[in-house]
């Protein structure tokens, strides 16, 4: 039994994990299945969704069911012959304080029913509470997982090692390092219910990047209750591999309808936005003249059908090395997901080593919320710590990116060149180092511009100002490090070009080097390219 990546994009992966009862492509989503209350049963799911694995909860069932349960299985209890992961009790200790059952009795009796994927008691660290009270969740929990290997009887069993910590990060860290050092096969994260309730969204991103950035990487991450599909892309971003959701059937009990952009009350719906077969066949007012239980199981049937074809769309997005751009359109949704997506740039560095370094389709930039991502902060890195330019190159020269740019892919730079060795010689074309300058990624040396993504991007024009500044700052970086000579930039528009060329002057004067910039309005014309071959004569006397 183990876990085998197929596919990345961010820390989002495509992988199988195999248990006893089957091999499940994560990421996966695990609807939570109340044994004593199914709306939808499990091997409907199935059939309807395709869902290869649900959650309930071992503590219900052995109160509930108790020997019933450990005599027939939970298998043939949930009437589900796919993977069942059980969770443990924690939450019960969350919300009543404490529970009817210790660690070794829960372990022993999810052994009992036969669980695919089981967890130790873990003692859950809450929400608000003090740094003494965070630690003594983290190390009893550690304590119950060391005991773990004296009491486990069965070997096909996978066991989950609950990270805990809350929003006490360093204490996430030390959790998840002790934890990782354990033989568990897959890891967990509770997600405090605060922090769903309250779209404290960046602070879940600061907890899983805590948790995920001290586990072992082979390993698969669950978060527990995570809830809503708006936020599926950002947690599945984050390289969470497996979640559970009760939300759809809570939500479907308060007619609460869910979208892939958030939840609305069925009273305030006058359309249904979905084609599911649920709402393709009904009105709102069919669905609030139903009876309660009805209306209850159709709205839970919807919200999976939203859940699940979201799931879909994620892992598409995956393959196709589009997760950012779903990730963006998702973070949209909501103010506070935004704020979380833009919090990400905190980790922009974590990204970069863990993001794939090619891609199968180009790239597309909206704004400045994409400066955050891998491939614009890569190309930042590689050039201060990789790049230096060619030997012998003293001059550069800017030239505007666009211009390279299909429809108007042109070889203007080697005209450039001709003149300028007609006119000023071979040694001059040497010196010569033709860059080309635009949004996002600042400069892009021309000989390294085959590499992903730089000629396969496409960005919205014109630039926002941030975005604007981004690459202003690149280029100046870029210049201050190079030690050139001497700078000559072209420019054609007005806005970003006379920006870019207003930089040059004003670092030029300080660096004490020679700046020439040139405005067009038509390209490279005649006229420029003698300019620019003059200009470089001058740089040559001075
Ligand atoms: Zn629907």
Request: proline share 6%; hydrophobic share 40%; aromatic share 8%.
């Given at each position: ?6 596919e990345r ?9 195999e248990?006893k ?10 609807p ?20 290869k694995?649900?959650i309930?909860n ?38 009543y304080?404490r ?14 029913i ?7 008691l ?6 608000r ?21 004296e009491?486990k ?15 006490h990060?360093?204490?996430?860290a ?10 568990f ?12 309730e ?8 600061d ?15 669950h978060l527990?209750?995570a809830?809503?599909p ?23 009990r308060s ?6 952009r958030?939840?609305?009350?069925l009273?305030?719906?006058d ?10 066949k ?26 699940f074809s979201?799931?879909?769309r ?24 935004l704020?979380?997506?833009r ?7 974590h ?8 891609k199968?389709?180009?790239l ?8 955050i ?17 060619p030997?012998?190159a ?6 505007p ?21 007609e ?19 600042g ?47 072209v ?6 070009g ?22 067009t ?7 420029l ?7 470089l004569?001058s740089?040559?006397?001075?």
């Open positions: 039994m183990g876990f085998e990546v197929k994009d961010l820390l989002g992966r495509i992988g199988r994990l248990t009862s089957g091999t499940i492509e994560t990421p996966i989503l695990l939570v299945i109340n044994p004593a209350k199914m709306t939808v049963e499990p091997k409907e799911m199935m059939e309807r969704f395709g869902c694995a649900v309930t071992a503590y219900i069932v052995k109160k509930n069911l108790g020997d019933e349960a450990a005599e027939r299985g939970i298998h043939s209890i949930l009437d589900f012959p796919m993977v069942i992961m059980t969770d443990s009790g924690a939450y019960q200790i969350l919300l304080g529970v009817e059952t210790d660690p070794e009795e829960i372990i022993l009796y999810q052994e009992e036969g669980s695919d994927i089981a967890t130790i873990d003692v859950p660290t809450g929400w509470v003090t740094e003494e009270h965070a630690r003594y969740t983290v190390e009893e929990t550690i304590r119950r997982a060391e005991a773990l290997k009491i009887r069965r070997e096909d069993i996978l066991w989950v090692g609950p990270v805990q910590g809350g929003q990060l360093e204490l996430v030390y959790s998840a390092r002790r934890m990782g050092s354990l033989p096969q897959i890891h967990a994260l509770g997600s405090p219910t605060p922090v769903m309250r779209y404290l969204f960046d602070v879940l991103v907890m899983v990047m805590a948790a995920k950035g001290n586990l072992p990487p082979d390993r698969p991450l527990f209750g809830g809503h708006f936020m599926f892309a950002l947690i599945v971003a984050l390289g969470c591999d497996l979640f559970d959701s009760a939300a759809y059937s809570l939500y479907a007619d609460r309808y869910m979208t892939e958030g939840t609305i009350r009273a305030k719906l359309y249904l936005p979905c084609s599911c077969p649920v709402c393709s009904r009105s709102p007012k069919d669905l609030s003249e139903m009876p309660k239980s009805e209306r209850e199981r159709e709205l839970s049937l919807h919200n999976l059908y939203v859940c979201e799931m879909r994620i892992k598409q997005a995956i393959l196709e090395g589009r997760l950012w751009e779903h990730l963006e359109v998702r973070a949209h949704s909501h103010p506070s997901l704020q979380a997506v919090h990400l740039k905190r980790y922009s560095e990204l970069v080593r863990h993001s794939p370094v090619t199968r389709s180009g597309f930039f909206y704004g400045d919320l994409s400066l991502r891998p491939e614009v902060v890569r190309h930042r890195m590689r050039l201060l710590e990789r790049y230096s330019p030997e012998g003293r001059i550069l020269v800017l030239l990116e666009f211009w390279m740019n299909p429809p108007r892919r042109s070889r203007r730079h080697e005209v450039l060149a001709r003149s300028v060795r006119e000023l010689g071979e040694e001059a074309v040497w010196s010569l180092h033709i860059c080309l300058y635009g949004v996002p990624f400069v892009i040396p021309l000989e390294i511009r085959e590499v992903y993504p730089l000629s396969q991007y496409e960005v919205a024009l014109p630039p926002d100002l941030e975005t604007e500044t981004y690459a202003v700052e690149r280029i100046v970086e870029y210049i201050e490090r190079m030690k050139y000579e001497g700078v000559i930039a420019w054609e528009d007005c806005g970003f006379r920006r870019v060329a207003e930089a040059c002057n004003g670092l030029c004067a300080s660096l004490g080097i020679p700046f020439k910039g040139f405005q309005t038509r390209g490279l014309t005649k006229g390219v003698k300019s620019v071959v003059s200009a004569a740089f040559k006397k001075g």
